[in-house]
């Protein structure tokens, strides 16, 4: 009987409708099977693989992603540094399985199991199911296309919603876009240190305020970067009373950490104070950073400052800053609490602890000062 034949809805399918199901390939199987688990409102993934003593597969099967439970090691790993994930696997039992015949050269149902222990996906859900979130590989070369012309990948985005009649018809999430995009720039040679200080120096024409220091080796390559453009000085001059001091771990293709300076203002948005590339995270890098920091922004000083931690940071800001109130962030207290405390229901406690102190700092302040 040929998959095409099945002639029964999909949702009504049973076991005894699939099995002997017959299929030309196992690709054709791993079809059949995906289009009904989006049309039923789950999502799959590859289970089991058996093969013979050729090495060739005779045995495929695919399961709900909600199958099996997540193992004991995973759970209560002493070397976790954040927190589990949400678990989704409840041992749902619902399967497809096929084998090659010899006989028929063909691949027959096996085992179907259709019934699910847990809720399916709705039609406004669907789309954002693991194992139907694709992009096709002639829109991602249309978006390569128009991100060289200059669109930003939001923009990319809604041409594509356009042009597919709805944000569901897509095939995948503006985060899976963000993603496929920035895997085609991995990998990319090292931005030229010239052509960098040539655009930053053309940037002062543009913004009279605009601001550049960098330090070079003694083989004249560039080690150090800091830049601030007219509106981050603006708005360090009106919000600068905090500054929060982090910096990255080499994702970005020249692989240099990115130091960045923010504050909020008052509206509790996120400013950017200025940005800095550096060769290492020493303290005398750190040292260098905030010295053109605050030639940047007239010496002027913050009165609060948070960091993660990091010790060459602190030495930095203690040579620099001794005066400036010094706090660590709390989402890197918590995940120091995760990485080295194993106590359960620890860094709940915790984090709904930093809550109410922070929620009780800010009604004293505002009422307060009201009264």
Request: glycine share 6%.
């Amino acid at each position: 009987m040929e998959s095409a034949n099945i002639g029964k809805d999909p949702s009504d399918l049973l076991e005894e409708d699939m099995v002997g199901v017959e299929f030309k390939s196992v690709e054709e199987a791993e079809s059949f099977y995906h289009i009904y688990s989006k049309i039923i409102g789950f999502s799959v993934r590859k289970n089991q693989c058996r093969k013979n003593q050729a090495g060739i597969v005779t045995t495929r099967s695919w399961c709900c992603s909600n199958e099996g439970f997540r193992r004991t090691k995973y759970i209560k790993n002493p070397n976790r540094v954040r927190e589990p994930r949400s678990e989704i696997r409840i041992g749902c039992r619902a399967m497809f399985r096929v084998c090659y015949s010899k006989i028929t050269k063909l691949w027959v149902v096996k085992e179907f199991r259709a019934n699910h222990n847990h809720c399916m996906a709705t039609d406004m859900q669907k789309h954002f199911l693991r194992s139907h979130r694709k992009i096709s590989a002639a829109e991602l070369e249309q978006a390569k296309l128009l991100k060289k012309a200059g669109m930003k990948t939001s923009e990319i985005w809604n041409l594509f919603v356009h042009q597919n009649g709805g944000w569901d018809k897509v095939g995948c999430t503006k985060k899976d876009l963000y993603n496929s995009l920035a895997a085609g720039r991995r990998g990319v040679d090292d931005l030229d240190a010239n052509t960098t200080l040539t655009f930053l120096q053309s940037k002062l024409d543009i913004d009279p305020e605009f601001f550049y220091a960098y330090m070079v080796d003694e083989e004249s390559r560039l080690t150090h970067l800091f830049w601030a453009d007219g509106a981050s000085r603006f708005d360090y001059e009106l919000f600068g009373d905090s500054l929060a001091f982090d910096s990255t771990y080499k994702t970005n293709r020249c692989q240099m950490p990115l130091v960045v300076l923010v504050g909020s203002n008052n509206h509790g948005m996120t400013c950017v104070f200025g940005f800095a590339l550096i060769q290492n995270e020493t303290a005398e890098t750190y040292t260098w950073v905030l010295q053109k920091f605050l030639e940047c922004m007239k010496d002027k000083l913050p009165e609060t400052i948070l960091t993660d931690g990091c010790r060459s940071m602190n030495k930095a800001i203690e040579d620099l800053m001794p005066s400036v109130v010094h706090r660590t962030c709390s989402w890197h207290i918590l995940n120091n609490a995760i990485k080295h405390v194993h106590e359960e229901g620890f860094v709940g406690e915790l984090r709904n602890l930093i809550k109410r102190y922070i929620s009780n700092l800010l009604v004293n302040l505002i009422y307060g000062a009201s009264g």
